[in-house]
Structures are given as C-alpha cells and as structure tokens.
Nanobody, 124 residues
Framework: QVQLVESGGGLVQAGGSLRLSCSAS????????TAWFRQAPGKEREFVAG????????YYADSVKGRFTISRDNAKITVYLQMNSLKPEDTAVYYC?????????????????WGQGTQVTVSS
C-alpha cells in the first residue's frame, strides 16, 4: 500500500502563487512516475503535470505550461507542484497520484494510488 497526502492548497488571488506538496508513506512510489491531476466542480479529472522517477521526462497540460512546475525529492519521497500566475480557471481539487507502470501518463486510469486531494481556489 502507498499512502499519498497532499498539502499546500488554499485561497489565492489571480496572479498569485501556491506550492503543493505530496508526501508518500507505506510502500513508496520508488521507481514510478508521479503526477498531479485536478478536478473542478462538474468537470472530469484532468492531467496537470507528471514526472518520471529518474526526472528525465516531465509532462504538462497545455493549460499550465510555463506557469506550473513539477518536481520531486526522491530522498524525502515528496512531489511538489509550484503554481505561478494562477488564474480563476485553475480552481479545483488537486490530487497527486502514482503511475501504475503502464498506460498513458495523461489518463487518470493509468494511476493506481491517489491522495485525498487539496482545494485550490483562485479569486478574480
């Protein structure tokens, strides 16, 4: 089992920044890619950013490229999402997830462990 716990969400004005963290415990996600997804009310869960275990490849949704940065500290078993220039349309519950090892990085059903989510609200 892997337990993922997100933190760092909150309320911020448009143009502001937040840094989300995702800490792992239990059997770690060592050797696996991790990603951030988000889900706004009434919408499907969507891919935001992902990173390979070795850090060689990073993936971003077009809507966040140039504004969000995913990073991970493998020693601390923590994944981060630095979010800058936030927009009201970034408002959602943000989830971190562990890649199961097969399937598209961009599809939520390619991930087998999820955190409980952290709310991000961007006011205009």
């Amino acid at each position: 089992q892997v337990q993922l716990v997100e933190s760092g969400g909150g309320l911020v004005q448009a143009g502001g920044s937040l840094r989300l963290s995702c800490s792992a415990s239990g059997r770690t996600f060592s050797g696996y890619a991790t990603a951030w997804f988000r889900q706004a009310p009434g919408k499907e869960r969507e891919f935001v950013a992902g990173k390979d275990w070795d850090g060689r490849s990073t993936y971003y949704a077009d809507s966040v490229k140039g504004r969000f940065t995913i990073s991970r500290d493998n020693a601390k078993i923590t994944v981060y999402l630095q979010m800058n220039s936030l927009k009201p349309e970034d408002t959602a519950v943000y989830y971190c997830a562990k890649y199961q090892g097969q399937g598209s990085y961009y599809q939520f059903n390619s991930y087998d462990y999820w955190g409980q989510g952290t709310q991000v609200t961007v006011s205009s």
